[in-house]
């Protein structure tokens, strides 16, 4: 959708995940782009969470250029997806998307990651006139933090790709026998939930502190995770508190979850590490304590941008919060799978500021009622997970979390399969 890939462009900053270029026309006479591209393609795939790429971009200024209709036209989805499959297996996942934004043309390449096997490149190709290779054969290419591609290389990156590819792999055979071997989750005592109230209580007055008063007024997005017995020091070393947060971060729409910035917004403190960000479109905060605590509160991106639905009320949108919430549950599964030695989780999602609030498509695709309004101002899902179900099951846990807000919001009818597929969506890169 536009205001997906306007946020993209509005962030003028590439990473791992995201690559900006100014375009060139999918022609014979650019050869070399074309083989440079499918190998930048490759290394996406083999980035955690895949990328996004976008024509239109000039490099350098970040500045938005858009491309002409003649390369709009010749970047087509069936061409560019043949030509990768020659070149690399298995097969990548790709979805070429064309939009206007502020009235210049562009191009989006989105990339999923690997399904279970990292893409291999099965060609060399030299440079025309050059012995140089942009393609070698058995290369594994990665896409690097410098938003550079390049072969795989260091024991550390060879090892993180190793444990992606044999966590994909164990996922379905966790799935099958955790029902067989899955008991009761603990329940966290008083005095447990009291010791990490504590913390709560701090982090809202960190929150109030670096984000204005106002912050906690605002209709929001709150998630509160913790293991089920307290440790205070479960993790020993205040380094490693960041190191698990920046390691296990989600980035699926180009805003990575939990933001964690260069410019101060982000901090070691007493008992863990914290970060918040208070920019025009995106007011959020987390924290992550030593004790295994994460939370997590970002005020509704619609009440930023002073969004109304189709019928002119203050609205929640469906497609956002299937995105947010399986962004939510995929990171909350791969810190905890992190920490190890957890058998069972405390996990509280709220939604706070619905009343009146109608449930709204910026999809014309999908036609919404205008009955699809929320009476409750509060509505919160609460549960304690084992973590093996958490492992197995953080996507279907993300659809029943997005259900019970939709028939809350009176939309009695909505089918599972329907937020599966806008989980598809995200998690392949379709926008």
């Known amino acids: 959708m536009n205001s997906e890939i306007e946020k993209l462009i509005e962030r003028k900053a590439e990473s791992a995940n995201l690559d900006y270029k100014g375009g060139f026309k999918w022609h014979k006479e650019n050869r070399d782009l074309q083989f440079e591209l499918l190998r930048d393609i490759m290394a996406m795939a083999n980035t955690r969470d895949g990328g996004t790429i976008i024509f239109g971009v000039e490099d350098g200024s970040f500045e938005l250029k858009g491309v002409s209709e003649a390369i709009r036209d010749s970047l087509d989805q069936t061409d560019i997806a043949q030509r990768l499959h020659c070149y690399g297996s298995p097969k990548a996942k790709i979805d070429v998307q064309k939009a206007i934004i502020s009235s210049k043309h562009v191009v989006v390449v989105s990339v999923a990651e690997f399904e279970d096997v990292p893409i291999i490149c099965t060609d060399s190709i030299k440079r025309n006139q050059s012995k140089d290779l942009i393609l070698r054969k058995g290369a594994i290419y990665i896409c690097t933090s410098a938003a550079t591609t390049e072969e795989i290389s260091s024991e550390q990156d060879i090892r993180d790709l190793i444990g992606r590819a044999m966590t994909k792999r164990a996922d379905e055979l966790v799935r099958n026998i955790e029902i067989v071997i899955k ?46 017995n307290y440790e205070p020091e479960r993790i020993k070393k205040l380094p490693e508190v960041e190191n698990i947060v920046r390691e296990c971060q989600v980035e699926l729409r180009g805003w990575p979850f939990p933001y964690v910035s260069s410019d101060g917004g982000s901090s070691i403190f007493n008992s863990g590490f914290n970060g918040f960000v208070d ?100 509505i919160t899902w609460e549960k304690d997970i084992q973590m093996i179900e958490l492992h197995a099951t953080h996507k279907e846990i993300a659809r029943l979390i997005s259900m019970h807000i939709f028939h809350v919001f009176n939309w009695r009818d909505v089918r599972e399969d329907v937020i599966r597929d806008w989980q598809d969506r995200l998690l392949n890169r379709r926008f």
């Not at 992550?288 to 997590?296: A, D, N, P, T």
């Open 183 to 228: 008991g009761k989750p603990m329940v966290p005592t008083k005095e447990t939930e009291n010791l990490y109230q504590k913390e709560i209580h701090e982090s809202d007055k960190w929150l109030t502190s670096v984000l204005q008063k106002g912050f906690l007024n605002n209709p929001r997005w709150e998630l509160i995770v913790y293991p089920s």
């Open 279 to 378: 920019a025009p479109d995106i007011r959020e905060g987390f924290r992550f304590y030593q004790s295994g605590l994460f939370i997590f509160k970002r005020t509704l991106w619609e009440h930023q941008r002073q969004l109304q639905g189709q019928f002119d009320k203050k609205c929640l949108s469906f497609i956002s919060a299937i995105e947010s919430l399986t962004e939510f549950l995929l990171f909350i599964s791969r810190i905890y799978e992190t920490l190890g030695n957890i058998k069972s989780l405390h996990l509280v999602v709220n939604l706070i500021g619905c009343s009146q609030r109608q449930l709204a498509s910026f999809d014309g695709r999908v036609p919404f009622h205008d009955w699809y309004v929320s009476q409750d101002d509060l």
